[in-house]
């Protein structure tokens, strides 16, 4: 069973940085697609982040310049840097990797914005 912990979450104020890790117990990140989600309350899970094999990312305009996102060369761990944080990127964020085609999530961790 893959075991997939995020951590890095917090309550900070607007235009503050933080940085997201999530640890697989397999290689879970490596040479896949794989992203970081994010769901605030009342609304639907929504993709902030993602890297294609090729090392190639892509973001949603909401976040675009201010969130990178990267994985360690063992493919074992996720990163996401979110910088200039505002209000609208309080949420719980996920992270997803791919293990044998399936999806494969974490528990989420909390980022709480403001002032």
């Known amino acids: 069973q893959v075991q997939v912990v995020e951590s890095g979450g917090g309550s900070v104020h607007p235009g503050e940085s933080l940085r997201l890790s999530c640890v697989a117990s397999?290689?879970?990140?490596?040479?896949?697609?794989v992203a970081w989600y994010r769901q605030a309350p009342g609304k639907e899970r929504e993709m902030v982040a993602r890297?294609?094999?090729?090392?190639?990312?892509s973001y949603p305009d909401s976040v675009k310049g201010r969130f990178r996102i990267s994985r360690d060369k063992t493919g074992n761990t996720l990163y996401l840097q979110m910088n200039n944080l505002n209000a609208e990127d309080t949420a719980i964020y996920y992270c997803?990797?791919?293990?044998?085609?399936?999806?494969?999530w974490g528990q989420g961790t909390q980022v709480t914005v403001s002032s």
């Open positions: 997803m990797g791919k293990y044998y085609g399936h999806n494969m």
């Open positions: 397999q290689s879970i990140f490596f040479n896949k697609a």
């Open positions: 890297i294609i094999p090729s090392g190639s990312t």
